[in-house]
């Protein structure tokens, strides 16, 4: 059953964000924003992640991006590590393991980090060559998974924290 704008902002009690109500294609849904506004190029989607609070991992703020020019795809996937194609998070690497490259540049890392893809069964580098700090550190893993891994659909239960939220919308056959 699909939740209706009105019911989800009584059932969570938090206030209509504004904008025109889009339905995502489940309760467990992390990509489709919730809220969009304008159309055509200037249409702009409401990210379902950074307006939960920081007690909840968002940053209980609204950031509407550029649906038109990917911007919302981009800040889904590169930001939050969310798979546009499943609406789930990537699975992480199956394994790790660190590599000494063979001709490191100055500024460049003597040793890498690499993670083993379930897809592809390729170990990637999962950080950068350069050795400088990077605001999100994971990026590098979601950009294999987002070329590699196809629509994966993992068991919500594995997912989610079974939190009170959880078992809200668990409560609706979501
Ligand atoms: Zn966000
Ligand atoms: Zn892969």
């Known amino acids: 059953m ?3 704008s009105s019911l989800s902002c009584s059932l ?4 209509f964000p504004s904008g025109t109500y889009n339905v995502p294609r489940n309760a467990f849904d992390l990509y489709t924003p919730r809220m969009v506004k304008g159309k055509g190029k200037d249409k702009v989607g409401l990210c379902p992640i950074c307006i ?3 007690k909840r991992g968002g940053e209980g703020k609204k950031v ?13 996937q590169y930001r939050h590590g969310i798979s546009a194609s499943s609406g789930q998070p990537y699975l992480p690497p199956i394994a790790f393991r660190i590599t000494v490259r063979r001709f490191p540049q100055k500024t460049e890392k003597a040793v890498i980090k690499e993670g083993k893809c379930h897809q592809c069964k390729k170990w990637v580098a999962v950080e950068g060559v350069k050795d400088v700090e990077v605001k999100v550190k994971e990026m590098f893993w979601w950009k294999h998974a987002a070329s590699c891994h196809g629509p994966s659909n993992q068991d919500v239960r594995t997912i989610f ?8 919308l668990e409560g609706f056959g979501a």
């Open 2 to 4: 699909l939740i209706s």
């Open 12 to 15: 969570f009690t938090v206030k």
């Open 52 to 54: 939960e609070s920081v």
């Open 64 to 76: 509407w991006l550029s649906m038109k020019f990917s911007a919302y795809n981009y800040h889904l």
């Open 161 to 168: 924290e079974q939190d009170e939220y959880f078992q809200k």
